[in-house]
């Protein structure tokens, strides 16, 4: 129940579900792992906002509308830009979709 409950509380207030997630399977998974040690001892992880990650994530779960983008319907990025933000609240959209379209496009 404690790693439940400190998981909760971490995810209201310090890192968003998907990265709570992560600890709480961690933990779950690790006995005797303190969830507030894991968050502390990979903190650069949870507090950085690593766009190229969440851009690599959504490219691969996103392949069709990838080749859509590519073919030339820029519309499509909107929808990709929602599902980051779902991943990662504090993604900033411009920068988003300038880190897809430097990806695609090498």
């Known amino acids: 129940d404690s790693v439940v409950e400190i998981c909760w509380d971490l ?19 690790t ?4 969830p507030w040690d894991f968050f502390c001892s990979n903190l650069d992880m949870f507090i950085k906002n690593d766009i ?4 690599k994530q959504i490219i691969s779960e996103n392949v069709i ?18 599902k980051a933000i779902k991943l990662d609240k ?8 300038e880190k897809l379209m430097q990806i695609i496009t090498d």
Not at 11 to 29: G, P, T, V, Y
């Open 11 to 29: 995810s209201l207030k310090l890192i968003d579900m998907r990265q709570a997630k992560l600890i709480f399977e961690a933990c779950w998974n």
């Open 31 to 34: 006995p005797y792992l303190c």
């Open 52 to 55: 190229t990650s969440v851009v």
């Open 65 to 82: 509308v990838i080749q859509q983008i590519k073919s030339g319907n820029t519309k499509a990025i909107g929808s990709l830009i929602g």
């Open 90 to 97: 504090s993604i900033n959209p411009k920068e988003f979709s």
